[in-house]
C-alpha cells in the first residue's frame, strides 16, 4: 500500500496497534482564507512596498493560523469524549466514532480541513518560529506605526535574542525619546507562561495568597495546553520520507506514524516551558508544584503543601528538602499527589516506555535521546532546609528564587559568591533592586543611541544605493550576511532534508533555511564524474551558439559565449549517428531522474518539463576579469521583473513554470556562482559554488530571485530544467525525442 499524507486522528496503541481508517474528506466551498494564503498575499505586499496590505495579510495570517490550531485542539477534545475502552471492540468502534466525529467538527471549522492539511511543514515551522514578526517590524515601521513596530520587533527579540537585525532594532528604539516602557509587548505571550511569571512575582515579594491565585492558574492552563499541544501532534505524516516511493507495509505505516506522534507528544512538556528559540524553562512543570508546596505551606493550609510536595517527588523523588518536610509533619500515605500530576507522569512514562520498546524492536539507533529527558536533573535540591533552619529557627520554609541555583554552591555547600548577605531574603531583595538598577542604566546608555528611521534601514544591511540608477538585475553587491555553499560540501554542516531524497548516492547539502529562503534545496551527488564528462562532450559536440536564445552567441554579456543543446537536438543527432545513442540516453535519463527528486523532496502530486538545456558559459579569451556585469542577469523564471521591483506574470514570461532546477557538471573555473537575492534584486543573500553533480533546485516565482555571477576564466556547464504543473505545458518535443530514443534503443538491442 502506498500512502502519501496520512491524518492522524487517534492511535489506540496502549491496548493495540490496529488498522488506521483514512476518512475521505469530502471538498466544499468555503471562504475561509487559510494563513498559507494570507502569508503569501503578505509576502506580495511587502515585496510590493505596500505596507499596509502586508500589514493586513500578515495580520490576518496569524489570526488563521491561530484559528486553526484553536479549531484543531477544540475538535479533538470534543471527540475524545467516551472515547477510551478495555474491550478491543469497543476500541476499534470508538476510533471509527472518533475519525468521524473529528472530520465533521473540522468541515465545519474549515470547510475543507484539506486546505489546512497540505500546507507545507516549513511554513508551519515559520509560524512556530515567529519568523512573520521580521516582516511585520519593518512593515509596521515604514508605515509609522511606531509602538506596533516596538511591540513586533521585541516579540522576535524575545524569541530569538541572538537575532543581529533584532538587537539593532531594540537599540534603536531603547534610545528612541518616543519609546515608552508599556510599548515592549510580547505579542506571542503565552498565557500559563504569563500566569507563571505573576507567580514567581508574587512569590518572590512574599504575597503567598496572589502567588498560590497565579500558580494555580498557571497548572490549569499548561494542562489545557499540554493537551492541545498533542491534538496538534495527531496531525499530516509524510509515509514518503521513510518509503519514498517503495510501496509501504501498511502496518509500517501505522508504526513510522505511531513514533512520529510519541515523540511529538514527548517534546510537548518542554515546548510549554520554552522561552526562545534556544532555551526552555528548567523542569517547568514540577517548578509549580513545589512552589505551591512553599506558598501553601506558609499560608499553613499543610494538607495542599504535602499534595504538592509528593506531586513534585514523582519527577524527583530523592528530594531531601520534600522528604524531609513530610517526615518532620508526619504526613501519612493516605495523602496522594495531586491527581492531574500522578495522570500526567503516568502517561508520560507509559508513552517513553512504549517509544524505547518501537525503538528497539526496529533496530533504531538514530533517535534524538534527550526526547526521554524531559526533567533530567533537579536546580533546586542543594538549597539545603539544613542550612536554612540554621539561619532563622521560626522559619522552615525553602525561599527559592530566581537566578539562585544548585550552581551556585561549591563543593562544600558555600556559595561562591559575595557571602555578605544576612537571609536569603537580603539576597533576593538584592537582585530586585539589581535588576531595577540595571535596566535605569540601559535606558539611560541607550538615550544616547538615537538614530533616525534612514539610519535603521541602512544598518540592517550593506547599502545597494550607488545600484539603484542602474538597470535592476544586472548589477549586484553582496549582503553582509552572504551566505556561501563551497566547492567541497564537507565545508558545511549536516543540513535536515526537509523532503525526501529518492537516491543512494544523494547527500542533503542545504535546505530551505540554510539557503535563506523558501522552497530550495541543495543536494550532491546526482551525477558521477564520468556522466558529467560525458554531457560535457555531448554539449561541446552538439551544442549551438545562443541555443534558447534566438542564435546570439552572447545573449547576457559580451564576456562570454553560450553554447546549448536540448534533448530533443541529442535525440535528432544520435538518430543521425552523430553521436552515441547511449550519451543521449544518459541526457534523458538525468533529467528524468532531476524531475524525480524535486517531485519527492517538495511532496507534488504532478511534475511535467516544461523545458530541458544543457549549457557552457565559456569567458571570453583576454577577457576583463574585474567585470561588474552578470553571466545571467538576476530573475524570475515565471514573471517579468520591472524596474520598479515588481515581477509580474506577463508575456513573454513562462507564466506556467513552478519549480526550476540547475545539475552543475564541472567546477575548476573562476567564478560563476549561482547567486540568489532578496527582494531589491541587487542583495546577493546565497551564492553556492557549483560542481558535478550537484543540484539546486527552486520554485520559479519571484521569492527566487536568482542569477549567475560573471565567469571570468574557463568554462562553466550545467543541465538547466524547468517544470510546469500544468499538464498542458508537458514538452512536446521532450515526448518526440523519448520516441528517437526509445527506437534506437531497441535496433542496438536487435
Not at 467516551?82 to 474491550?87: D, H, V
Amino acid at each position: 500500500m502506498k500512502c502519501g499524507i496520512m491524518p492522524f486522528s487517534s492511535i489506540l496503541f496502549l491496548n493495540n496497534i490496529f488498522c488506521t481508517f483514512i476518512a475521505v474528506l469530502v471538498a466544499v466551498d468555503s471562504d475561509i482564507q487559510t494563513f498559507d494564503q494570507l502569508y503569501a498575499n503578505g509576502i506580495d505586499a511587502y515585496w510590493n512596498e505596500d505596507w499596509k496590505d502586508c500589514i493586513h495579510y500578515f495580520e490576518k495570517s496569524i489570526k488563521s493560523y491561530r484559528f486553526m490550531q484553536d479549531s484543531i485542539k477544540n475538535c479533538s477534545k470534543q471527540c475524545s469524549r467516551g472515547t477510551n475502552s478495555k474491550n478491543i471492540l469497543d476500541s476499534y468502534h470508538h476510533f471509527i466514532v472518533k475519525a468521524a466525529c473529528l472530520e465533521k467538527c473540522e468541515k465545519e471549522k474549515f470547510g475543507d480541513s484539506r486546505k489546512f492539511l497540505r500546507i507545507s511543514k516549513e511554513l508551519h515551522e515559520s509560524f512556530k518560529q515567529k519568523r512573520l514578526y521580521i516582516y511585520l517590524q519593518f512593515a509596521y515601521f515604514r508605515n509609522g506605526d511606531f509602538a506596533k513596530s516596538l511591540a513586533a520587533s521585541h516579540t522576535y527579540n524575545l524569541y530569538d535574542p541572538d537575532d543581529q537585525m533584532m538587537i539593532s532594532n531594540m537599540d534603536y528604539f531603547r534610545g528612541h525619546e518616543n519609546t515608552t516602557g508599556d510599548m515592549f509587548i510580547n505579542l506571542e505571550a503565552l498565557p500559563h507562561q504569563t500566569s507563571y511569571d505573576l507567580g514567581i512575582e508574587a512569590y518572590n515579594r512574599e504575597d503567598y495568597k496572589d502567588a498560590i491565585s497565579h500558580f494555580e492558574e498557571a497548572l490549569k492552563r499548561f494542562y489545557e495546553e499540554e493537551e492541545g499541544c498533542r491534538s496538534l501532534c495527531e496531525g499530516e505524516y509524510d509515509v514518503g520520507k521513510e518509503y519514498s516511493d517503495i510501496p509501504t507495509p501498511f502496518h509500517l505505516q501505522i508504526v513510522y506514524h505511531y513514533r512520529d506522534v510519541m515523540e511529538c507528544y514527548l517534546r510537548c512538556p518542554t515546548e510549554l516551558g520554552r522561552v526562545s528559540l534556544k532555551s526552555s524553562i528548567n523542569n517547568y512543570l514540577p517548578k509549580h508544584y513545589f512552589f505551591l508546596h512553599s506558598a501553601y505551606h506558609h499560608m499553613h493550609e499543610d494538607m495542599k503543601a504535602s499534595e504538592c510536595a509528593k506531586a513534585y517527588l514523582l519527577f524527583f523523588p530523592d528530594n531531601l528538602y520534600i522528604n524531609s518536610f513530610l517526615e518532620r509533619m508526619k504526613v501519612s500515605d493516605e495523602v496522594k499527589a495531586r491527581k492531574e500530576a500522578v495522570n500526567f507522569h503516568h502517561r508520560i512514562k507509559l508513552q517513553s516506555e512504549l517509544l524505547k520498546y518501537l525503538y528497539q524492536k526496529f533496530g533504531i539507533r538514530d533517535y534524538d535521546k534527550s526526547i526521554f529527558e524531559i526533567y533530567p536533573s533537579e536546580d533546586l535540591e542543594d538549597l539545603d532546609i539544613l542550612k536554612r533552619e540554621k539561619a532563622s529557627k521560626n522559619d522552615d520554609t525553602l525561599q527559592p528564587v530566581q537566578g539562585y541555583e544548585a550552581s551556585d554552591l561549591d563543593e562544600s555547600g558555600q556559595s561562591d559568591e559575595d557571602d555578605s548577605y544576612n537571609s536569603m531574603q537580603d539576597k533576593t531583595d538584592d537582585l530586585i533592586a539589581s535588576k531595577d538598577s540595571y535596566n535605569e542604566y540601559v535606558k539611560n546608555i541607550e538615550q544616547k543611541k538615537l538614530l533616525d528611521a534612514k539610519n535603521l534601514e541602512e544598518r540592517l544591511d550593506v547599502d545597494i544605493s550607488p545600484l539603484q540608477d542602474k538597470p535592476i538585475g544586472r548589477q549586484t553587491i553582496d549582503s553582509s550576511y552572504i551566505v556561501t555553499i563551497p566547492e567541497t560540501s564537507d565545508e558545511r554542516h549536516s543540513s535536515i532534508a526537509e523532503g525526501s531524497l529518492l537516491f543512494e548516492n544523494t547527500v542533503m547539502l542545504a535546505n530551505s533555511t540554510q539557503m535563506v529562503g523558501p522552497e530550495r534545496f541543495a543536494i550532491d551527488g546526482m551525477a558521477t564524474e564520468n556522466e558529467c564528462k560525458d554531457l560535457i562532450d555531448l554539449q561541446l559536440t552538439g551544442g549551438l551558439f545562443g541555443d534558447g536564445y534566438k542564435g546570439r552567441a552572447q545573449p547576457h554579456t559580451e564576456h562570454e559565449l553560450f553554447q546549448g543543446i536540448t534533448v530533443h537536438r541529442a535525440a535528432q543527432l544520435a538518430a543521425d549517428g552523430q553521436l552515441p545513442a547511449s550519451v543521449a540516453k544518459l541526457f534523458y535519463d538525468l533529467s528524468e531522474r532531476v524531475l524525480m527528486q524535486v517531485k519527492a523532496y517538495f511532496k507534488l502530486d504532478e511534475l511535467y518539463f516544461d523545458f530541458t538545456h544543457l549549457v557552457c558559459r565559456t569567458a571570453v579569451k583576454d577577457t576583463a576579469t574585474e567585470r561588474d556585469d552578470l553571466s545571467h542577469p538576476i530573475h524570475a523564471d515565471n514573471c517579468i521583473l520591472h524596474e520598479n521591483g515588481q515581477c509580474i506574470k506577463e508575456s513573454p514570461a513562462f507564466t506556467w513554470r513552478d519549480y526550476s532546477s540547475i545539475l552543475y557538471l564541472n567546477s575548476g573555473f573562476d567564478g560563476g556562482e549561482f547567486i540568489m537575492t532578496d527582494f531589491t534584486a541587487r542583495r546577493v543573500m546565497l551564492q553556492v559554488r557549483p560542481k558535478c553533480g550537484r543540484l539546486v533546485s527552486f520554485s520559479a516565482g519571484k521569492e527566487c530571485l536568482h542569477g549567475v555571477k560573471p565567469v571570468t576564466r574557463g568554462r562553466r556547464c550545467a543541465m538547466a530544467l524547468w517544470f510546469t504543473q500544468d499538464p498542458a505545458q508537458n514538452e512536446v518535443l521532450r515526448i518526440e525525442a523519448k520516441k528517437i530514443l526509445d527506437e534506437l534503443i531497441v535496433k542496438d538491442e536487435l
